[in-house]
Structures are given as C-alpha cells and as structure tokens.
C-alpha cells in the first residue's frame, strides 16, 4: 500500500502530493488525515505530512520511493481533523483533493506580524546626559534627538519616535548596541471588531425558550453529541438560545462557530455577542484585510478565542477543541459553495462536529426542507419557539391583489393600500421597510390582468424568456414562440417583470417628497462597511424608509419599523426552479417578521398577482407546517430533494462540437452505470445560461433515492473522465442537490 501525503500544508500554492510506501508494520494503521513523519528532500530530513489518500499502484519509480517513518507523536493537531474533513468533501462533493484543502485549510500564507515596540533607557540619567553631550560633539544629530527624547521619558514608544522626531530604525538598533536602550516588543493582532459598550442587562426567558436550552445543556453534560433544529418563528429569541447554548460549551473550555448567511448580517450579530463575551469574540468575512484574516485564525488556532462569526468560510476556523457550530438562517442558500467541490455548510458541519466530538444547531423561522425532513426521520431534534420571546403579537398581513388594482386603474408598483399605510407611518414618524423581491428572477412572462404565468406543459417550472424570442424550459428543453397576448384571458398585459431598487428609490421620492429614504443592494453596499453605515443610519433613526432587497429581510431588529411592504412577490414564485415556492414561502415570511418587533403593533402588506399560491398563503400566515405538507407532496410527486436526491453533472467547453460529443458519451456511460440501480437520468441540456464568454455549457441530472449510489455514481463517472483523453478539454463538475437549476 502507498500514501499519498501533502507536507507543507499551510503553503499558498498547496499543489504538490507526494507518494511513500507504507511499511508493513503500520498497514491498517494509518488513516486519511494523520499526521505522520516522513523523510524530505535529498538531505532526507524529517518532516511532518499529513496523509490526504491511499492507492494500491505506484505513480513514480519504486526503486525511488521512500517509506513513511512513524506516526507524528503526542495531541492531534487540528489540521489532521480538517484534512480529513478535506477527504470527506472531496469523496461527497466532487473534484481533486487540493481544491478541497485549499477550501477548508484557511490559512495560506503567512502574514507579518503586527508589533507595538517600546523603547527603554537602560542607563541613568547623569550617564545618558554624558552621552547626550559625547552625541551633540560628535554631529550625529538624530542619535542625539532619540537620546534627548529618552531622558525626558524612561520608555517611549518607536512610532512616536519614527513619526514626531524622525528616527529611522537604523540610529534605533546603534543605541541598541551601545547598551543605551533597549526594544520591548509584543504582537498585536489587528481586531476587526470595534469596541462598544459590553455592559448587559440580565436576560428573562420565556418558556419555551428555557425548554430549548435545558434541552441542549443535558445531552452536553451527558457528552450527548447530535444536531439540533431550532425553529422559531421571526421575534422568538432564537438568538438569546444561541448565546447560552455557547456559553454551556465554552465553560466547558471548548469554542464555538456561529455561521450567518451573509455580510449583511455581521454588525448587529456581532454587537450581540461582543456584549456576551467580549475580547474572546471575532468575526471572519471576505472584507477583512489579509492580516486581520491571518491575525483572526492564528488567535482562534492558538486558543485566545471561543467564538468565531461569519460567513459559509468560518466553518474551516481551526479551534483546537471545538463544541459547538451554530448555522442562524440555516435555509439560506448562500451556504451551498459555487466552487469545486460544491459543498454545502449544513452538511459540512454535521461532518465536521462528528469528527470533532461537537454539537450543531440549525436556526430558522422558515427551515429548509432537509432539515425539517430530517426532523421527520428522527436525524436531528427538534426544538420549537412558538412565541415572540416579547409580549408582542406577529403582524398583521394583507395580501393585495395587483390584478384588481390594475382593474381600478393603479398601474404604480404601489398599491393604494400600502401608498395609505406608509403615509400614516410618516405621519406618526414610524419606519418602513420596502423590500422588492429580486431574487431567482429569470425572465418569466406573466399577465397583469389575470396573473397567468407561461409554464412548461412538461415540468412543473415557467418557461425561461431568451432574447431570440423563445421561451425555453431549461428542465426539459421544450421550446416555444414568445406570447403577445395571455393564453388565459387574452390580455395584452404580459410581459416580463423588471422594476428595481433604484426606480423604486425614485419612485417613493416622488409620491412622498417628505420622506427620507434609504436603498440598500449591492450597488450601494460595495465599500467595506457599506452594510454597516446603511443599517446604522436606519437604526438611527436617520431615514424614514429603507429599500432593499432580500439582504434587508433578514435578521434585522428595528424597534421603530411597524411597516413592511413586500413588492412583487412573485418574482421568486415562477423561476424556473424546484425550489421555488419554497424560495418565495420564506422570504415573505422572514420579510413580514421585520415589522412590529418594538413596543407597536406591526403590519405587512404582500403585493402579488397570484394570491392564492400555496406559498403567499402560507406565508401570510405564518404558518411553516401547511406550506411543508403540500411542498412535500409536490417534491415526493415530482423526486426531488428531499424526497430523493439529485446530481448535477456541469460539463463546459470551448467548442460545441466537442461538448455535444462528451455530453452524449457522459450520459452513455452513466445509462449503463446506473442502469441495475435504478438511476433517472435527464438530459444533457442547455442550462439556462448556455454560454459564457464564448464556453459552452451543458448539464446533465441524475436522481435517486440513495444519495450513497449517486456518490458512488460520481467516483465512476470520475475514473472514466480521467482515463478519456477526449475530456481533457472539457471542465466537469458535480453538485450534489443543486441550489439552483443551472
């Protein structure tokens, strides 16, 4: 048998594996992950690897081969959990073992410590006078500044010296030598977190609530490990559970990692926690500077931290005992990766704390699907917050027909019913949100007198408009001619959706020239605390509306919003997507739950041109159960996940003709693969984004049951690409239950 090790593992290329044979006496021994001592180099130095695989074969000369040498001695270092988590990743998600290192190994090169010096006088003040004067006889002017500087203060620090008298390091280190000073140094890390006040008051639970937390803190006193869902409607406190969940794992000297969904998130989260648990606190996220990254990791590796917040990345923190993994808005789709291997955090993390011996909670008033599913099956425990953690009721909904109001002559994106309300919100200087629903837009074409919307006669999805005219379904392939007027009611009033938040910006203006209004989307967020300055001049009461997308419905706690407008909420509804209506369901839901969170009643006003959907039912309800039941069924109905699992295949080349050719032989060879397990297989097919900067692209889905038979699927269809020298010019990827189709 032969290992495959990786020796420098911290390295920012990372993209050499070397190969050693195993001796007989450690065979059964070794496992992917493990630290092991293995000579290096010509001079055959020992040096630590760790082993990231194994093989039967030999790839170089065995005459030349070397052999592993010993297990490294003593703790396991966290960098051998991580690795075999890499090893996990790559044989669950796809692609080659360095992509998946480089993903979960966080830190790539090293950074130059930040250091604050003081410089100390060694010598009396009677002797250094002496040498003043030998310095001022001598001309040497900036080593008498310093020593001037020296006699007025025993200790000073080299900045102020570098900056405000000049002194290069050079006359520093000379004075250094003469025994006249010395260099007192200490590393600071650089802490992206801001100081703020840390006082808090005592906190009252309610009931539910308590349940939560003694649930959690007697599987913890038992070393009961396991994964938890905590689902609680918008208001419930889910956050305040969160903090003593952490805090039972870190008296026990363990840390925690709470994962948000996005940036958006970071400032109030953050500010949350820090009045929790202080210093001990960091946060990770792609607008950090490459040092406060570094400084970040290295404090959390070396034990000076017990919470990291932040995006999908966290997960990777290298804590070297770690309790707890928290994911707050669990169902966010930001937690799937777009890049190889295409992970997902949720099960990454169930992963992650099975090999670390730790718990996980999953967060959401609107769980996703697996998770609930999984609930169902007994896989994780469930927790319910059924109430707001206040007194506070939820807020009152209307759902408005755009249908009638084009009827009755309003053809505004604002409906009269929220142009009254946002009205008596000014005038009793309250604040309201309005957020448009941009999200899985797709260029669906819907009716505005009747709400009917263009689908596929195949598959439960809309058809996708192209600008050649043609409406396509990137499901099946089924094609048509665009429609001028509606199949249903013969309108003239169809066409495709495309307001945005700048002409909604412009819009409000117009019709309230009083208010003072806010937008919030990527444009106006690019800077690094964009998110940051938005949302504290909102909180601040600086602005009477804010307008944004789905980056402003989440998680936000505004006492003074007790208005809500949700604008187009079928935007989200007929993307052509399984996942769509689940999609729609809660971010309806987590939009409506920003209103009335302070001490007045809150109210959302729903704008959509298909009232009775499921999803805009149950989500002016409030109610997660019924839209789960009849979500489930059409999922069961159709095979999709959770009901069973899918892959999708992504094939990519520069020349169609080649791409056509490996699709077809790629589908071939799957057929007759999967043929005895029972594997559907659709396509290849044009996603709905056919080419990109001159690539062509392809996909081809494979459904079952049984996600171990369609992992076992990709390790084939893997070996076959490889062992193909007709793939070489294609790029290939697998995504296991796709966020999204492609």
């Not at 080299?158 to 290069?168: D, F, H, P, Q, S």
């Not at 994962?259 to 949350?272: C, D, F, G, H, K």
């Not at 993994?325 to 291997?341: L, W």
């Not at 959907?613 to 996940?641: C, K, N, T, W």
Request: proline share 3%; net charge neutral; charged share 30%.
């Amino acid at each position: 048998m032969y290992a495959d090790i990786i020796i420098d593992i911290t390295h920012e290329k990372l993209d050499k594996i070397f190969q050693y044979r195993i001796p007989p006496e450690l065979e059964g021994e070794l496992e992917a992950g493990m630290e092991v001592i293995v000579p290096f180099g010509r001079g055959n130095r020992e040096t630590s690897g760790y082993i990231v695989g194994f093989s039967e074969t030999c790839s170089y000369d065995e005459d030349k081969l070397k052999e592993i040498l010993r297990p490294a001695s003593g703790r396991e270092a966290i960098e051998s959990r991580l690795v075999s988590l890499a090893a996990w990743m790559k044989e669950q998600y796809g692609g080659t073992m360095i992509q998946a290192l480089k993903t979960v190994l966080p830190i790539k090169r090293t950074e130059k410590a930040k250091e604050h010096r003081i410089l100390q006088r060694l010598m009396g003040e009677e002797e250094g006078k002496k040498k003043l004067e030998e310095y001022l006889r001598k001309n040497q002017k900036a080593r008498a500044r310093l020593m001037a500087a020296l006699l007025d203060s025993v200790e000073i620090e080299y900045e102020l010296v570098r900056e405000k008298l000049g002194i290069t390091l050079q006359v520093v280190r000379a004075l250094e030598e003469q025994n006249v000073l010395a260099v007192k140094s200490e590393q600071i890390y650089r802490n992206p977190i801001k100081r703020v006040d840390d006082s808090r008051k005592g906190l009252a639970y309610n009931e539910e609530q308590e349940y939560a937390i003694r649930a959690f803190r007697q599987d913890y006193e038992q070393d009961i490990y396991r994964t938890y869902l905590l689902y609680g409607i918008t208001g419930s406190g889910k956050t305040e559970v969160y903090m003593e969940m952490i805090q039972e794992a870190v008296s026990r000297g363990r840390q925690a990692v709470v994962l948000i969904p996005e940036i958006a998130l970071t400032y109030q989260t953050v500010m949350r926690f820090y009045r929790r648990f202080g210093d001990r606190v960091s946060i990770m996220n792609s607008r950090l500077s490459q040092g406060e990254r570094y400084d970040q990791m290295m404090r959390a590796k070396r034990g000076e931290l017990d919470v990291m917040i932040g995006p999908r990345s966290a997960l990777f923190t290298p804590f070297p005992n770690l309790g707890l993994i928290v994911i707050d808005e669990e169902h966010e789709g930001t937690y799937k990766s777009e890049q190889v291997p295409r992970y997902h955090a949720r099960e990454t993390a169930v992963r992650r704390a099975e090999l670390e011996k730790a718990s996980v909670v999953l967060g959401s008033a609107t769980p996703s699907l697996e998770a609930f599913y999984r609930c169902k099956n007994g896989e994780y425990r469930l927790l319910t917050l059924k109430n707001r953690a206040t007194e506070h009721v939820l807020p009152e909904v209307h759902t408005v027909d755009m249908r009638e109001e084009l009827k009755n002559g309003n053809r505004s994106i604002l409906s009269d019913c929220l142009k009254s309300l946002i009205e008596d919100r000014l005038s009793k200087k309250q604040q309201v949100m309005l957020f448009i629903n941009r999200r899985g837009y797709a260029g669906f074409l819907s009716c505005r007198s009747c709400g009917y919307v263009v689908k596929c006669p195949h598959c439960d999805v809309s058809l996708s408009a192209h600008k050649n005219g043609r409406l396509v379904c990137h499901y099946c392939g089924y094609e048509t001619a665009q429609v001028k007027i509606c199949p249903s009611c013969g309108s003239p009033h169809i066409g495709g959706f495309r307001a945005g938040t700048q002409q909604i910006e412009e819009l409000v203006k117009r019709e309230f020239p009083q208010s003072r209004v806010l937008r919030m989307d990527m444009d106006t967020t690019r800077e690094k605390d964009g998110h940051e300055k938005i949302l504290s001049a909102f909180a601040g009461g600086e602005a009477d509306i804010l307008v944004g997308t789905q980056m402003i419905v989440k998680g936000h706690d505004f006492p003074n919003v007790t208005l809500v407008g949700v604008l187009a909420a079928d935007m989200s509804l007929y993307a052509e997507d399984y996942r769509a209506a689940e999609r729609t369901f809660q971010l309806l839901t987590q939009a409506a739950g920003r209103a009335g969170r302070g001490t007045q009643k809150g109210e959302v006003v729903i704008q959509t041109y298909s009232p009775e959907h499921y999803s805009i039912v149950s989500a002016s309800r409030q109610d997660y159960a019924s839209f789960y039941e009849e979500e489930m069924h059409f999922r069961e109905l159709m095979g999709y996940p959770p009901a069973e699992h899918l892959l999708a295949v992504l094939i990519a080349c520069e020349e169609e003709t080649l791409l056509e050719k490996g699709a077809h032989y790629l589908k071939e060879y799957a057929q007759m693969v999967g043929r005895s397990r029972a594997v559907q297989i659709i396509g290849p097919a044009s996603p709905s984004v056919g080419k990109v900067k001159d690539v062509y692209r392809r996909v081809i889905y494979l459904k079952q049951a049984d996600a171990h038979i369609l992992i076992d699927m990709k390790n084939k269809m893997e070996q076959y690409i490889e062992v193909n020298s007709g793939f070489a010019k294609m790029r290939i990827q697998f995504d296991f239950d796709p966020m999204k189709v492609f």
